[in-house]
């Protein structure tokens, strides 16, 4: 059977971002001057307070634009760096469970701080899966001040751990992993 596509270009056509997400950004750039305001502590607890009415609300886009502009204060003030409009929008995007293309040196590793410290609330775990070990050690030891400083816990699963190590690390609310753990421990049923 032979199949012939006449518009590849539709295939492979851009779509169109939601006005949505433009309005979700606004509201998480508008809430910078009130958590400005906050100090360190008050981050952390203002973020506690949303981790545990994170089930009972039924506000989510609410739940979001908190936690997206809390994890935002706190890198820029922990790293020096605050996720720019494109970065947050590409944060939504991935916290919808869609795909973010970005190019070498837009941020990636940036943006997976604010869909990963949103889904953490859930208490169900998160794991960022990179292509090498190096990048998941980088990333994990880099990002981790953010992570802590909102009272999240973070782990690094390496080749080397032994099966009691990976269970502690995939315990915590974050975990950086490499695809191929994620799949010779999901085989192994861990």
């Known amino acids: 059977m032979i199949l012939k596509i006449d518009n590849l270009g539709a295939f492979f056509r ?3 971002i939601s006005p949505a997400y433009y309005d979700l950004v606004d509201q998480i750039l508008s809430c910078e001057s009130k958590y400005q305001l ?3 502590s008050e981050i952390k607890d203002q973020f506690n307070s949303l981790r545990k009415r994170y089930n009972v609300s039924t506000l989510e886009s609410q739940n979001i634009i908190e936690s997206f502009a809390l994890t935002r204060e706190i890198a820029s003030r922990k790293l020096g760096l605050k996720h720019f409009e494109t970065q947050i ?3 939504l995007v991935l916290n919808d469970g869609k795909i973010a293309e970005m190019k070498t040196g837009e941020g990636k590793t940036l943006v997976a701080t604010l869909p990963a410290c949103y889904q953490a609330l859930s208490s ?3 794991h960022i899966v990179t292509v ?3 990048l998941a050690k980088r990333d994990k030891e880099l990002l981790q001040v953010i992570y802590q400083s909102l009272g999240l816990s973070v782990g690094l699963i390496r ?3 032994e ?3 990976r269970q502690y690390n995939y315990a915590c609310d974050i975990t950086y992993t490499t695809n191929t753990e994620v799949g010779f421990d999901y085989l192994r049923d861990l």
């Open 89 to 91: 929008l590409g944060g």
């Open 159 to 161: 080749e080397s751990m």
């Open 38 to 40: 906050l100090s360190d």
């Open 124 to 126: 169900r775990g998160v």
């Open 163 to 165: 099966t009691i190590e």
């Open 14 to 16: 851009q779509p169109k």
């Open 132 to 134: 090498n070990e190096y």
